[in-house]
Every structure is written in structure tokens, then in C-alpha cells.
């Protein structure tokens, strides 16, 4: 199956993929294609049959910089079509996607005790629906949603162009990640097994 960011080459460093304008096309019905197929990509350039069998095809993650070669039937260009991966503006591509360094909690040192803009942060997670919480189900969901500029979230109120996740995406920041079993909050020290550091109980 393919994945974001798929791309097409004809063996000489010449990228053929969607861009937003294309995907927008696609996601309204407009076009009849997927916003990453490779053979969508090679329809809709106009190679067909074997002309398209001669295309190389290719996978870029533009957050962790992973490069994939699916496919070689041409001469290896993939040197060039990586380079142009790692140029490639993706607003371009997904307006509201953003590049930044992947953060992992376990990564980050914390001590043992919390300060108080941390349990701060944590009753306004607290404070967020759990209609909402239930929707994102784990903090890794709402860390994701911090690589994404979205102006207005549903099923909550909440200032426009601001995340309403991010009390949650702060303190993974510092390596705290919050759980709950419904009555007692917890706090966990991530580069430490997850071990319990704070507990509220409301």
C-alpha cells in the first residue's frame, strides 16, 4: 500500500506527484484518483501501460526523512529524487503539515517531582471534554496532532488556530504523559518505565 509522500521518476531525476491543488481535486470527488497511488500519480501524468511500467516509484516521510524505493524498472535517479524529497516545500503538498524534530519523552530526563505549571498543565488537560480525549484516545494521538496547523477543531470550543490538545502536548515536552482511570490523575516520568511521580485525585 502506498504512503505519504509517494512519487513517480522517469530514471532522469524528473518528480512526478500530487500537489495540494491536485489532492484538494481528489479528497472533493473531483478526480477519480488516490492522493497517494502510485499508479494514480502515473494516470494522471498520462503514462499508461508500459510507459508507466517504466516509471521508478518512490516514499518519502517528510518527519522522519525516510526514503523508500518501491520500485526501479528505470535507471536508478534515486540520489535526485531524494535530494528533491529533502527540498521539497510540503506546504506545497499539505498546507497545514509541520516539519519538526520528533520528540520522544522517554528521551527526556525529569526528576521526581513535578512543579506546579505542571500540575497546572495537567488540570487543563483535565479540563478538556472527554468526549474530545476519548476521540484522540492516547497521547501519542495528540502529540501528532501538533505537527498539523488546524483552525478549527470539532466537538469543542476553543480559540481559533490553537490546539485544544496542548496541555497534553506540553507536558510530553517535558517527558510526562498523563492517564486516568476516571477518578485519580496521574502523572508518568517516561524516561523512567513510566514510573507514577504525581497523583490528583479530583
Same mark, same amino acid.
Given at each position: 500500500?502506498?504512503?505519504? !509522500?509517494? *512519487?513517480?521518476?522517469?530514471?532522469?531525476?524528473?518528480?512526478?506527484?500530487?500537489?495540494? +491543488?491536485?489532492?484538494?481535486?481528489?479528497?472533493?470527488? @473531483? *478526480?477519480?484518483? +488516490?492522493?497517494?497511488?502510485?499508479?494514480?500519480?502515473?494516470?494522471? !501524468?498520462? !503514462?499508461?501501460?508500459?510507459?508507466?511500467?517504466?516509471?521508478?516509484?518512490?516514499?518519502?516521510? &517528510? %518527519?522522519?526523512?525516510?526514503?523508500?524505493?518501491?520500485?526501479?524498472?528505470?535507471?536508478? /535517479?534515486?540520489?535526485?529524487?531524494? @535530494?528533491?524529497?529533502?527540498?521539497?516545500? !510540503?506546504?506545497?503538498?499539505?498546507?497545514?503539515?509541520?516539519?519538526? +524534530?520528533?520528540?520522544?519523552?522517554?528521551?527526556?530526563?525529569?526528576? /521526581?517531582?513535578?512543579?506546579?505549571?505542571?500540575?497546572? %498543565?495537567?488540570?487543563?488537560? /483535565?479540563?478538556?471534554?472527554?468526549?474530545?480525549?476519548?476521540?484522540?484516545?492516547?497521547?501519542?494521538?495528540?502529540?501528532?496532532?501538533?505537527?498539523?496547523?488546524?483552525?478549527?477543531?470539532?466537538?469543542?470550543?476553543?480559540? &481559533?488556530?490553537?490546539?485544544?490538545?496542548?496541555?497534553?502536548? /506540553?507536558?510530553?515536552?517535558?517527558? *510526562?504523559? &498523563?492517564?486516568?482511570?476516571?477518578?485519580?490523575?496521574?502523572?508518568?516520568?517516561?524516561?523512567?518505565?513510566?514510573?507514577?511521580?504525581? +497523583?490528583?485525585?479530583?
Amino acid at each position: 500500500m502506498c504512503q505519504f !509522500f509517494s *512519487l513517480r521518476s522517469d530514471g532522469a531525476g524528473k518528480p512526478y506527484y500530487f500537489d495540494y +491543488e491536485i489532492r484538494k481535486r481528489i479528497i472533493s470527488g @473531483e *478526480l477519480n484518483y +488516490e492522493t497517494d497511488s502510485h499508479s494514480s500519480i502515473a494516470d494522471y !501524468f498520462g !503514462f499508461k501501460g508500459k510507459d508507466e511500467d517504466m516509471l521508478n516509484a518512490y516514499e518519502y516521510n &517528510p %518527519l522522519t526523512k525516510e526514503f523508500r524505493i518501491d520500485r526501479m524498472p528505470n535507471k536508478d /535517479d534515486s540520489a535526485l529524487i531524494k @535530494e528533491f524529497c529533502l527540498n521539497l516545500d !510540503f506546504k506545497t503538498i499539505v498546507p497545514e503539515l509541520q516539519i519538526k +524534530e520528533i520528540i520522544n519523552p522517554k528521551n527526556i530526563q525529569h526528576g /521526581d517531582k513535578v512543579n506546579d505549571s505542571e500540575i497546572a %498543565l495537567l488540570m487543563m488537560w /483535565d479540563s478538556v471534554g472527554a468526549s474530545v480525549r476519548a476521540s484522540v484516545r492516547a497521547s501519542v494521538g495528540v502529540y501528532i496532532s501538533d505537527f498539523f496547523t488546524i483552525g478549527n477543531w470539532k466537538y469543542i470550543d476553543h480559540e &481559533p488556530g490553537k490546539n485544544p490538545f496542548q496541555p497534553c502536548i /506540553d507536558l510530553w515536552m517535558l517527558g *510526562l504523559v &498523563p492517564s486516568s482511570d476516571g477518578k485519580t490523575w496521574r502523572l508518568h516520568k517516561m524516561c523512567d518505565n513510566a514510573k507514577v511521580i504525581y +497523583e490528583w485525585l479530583k
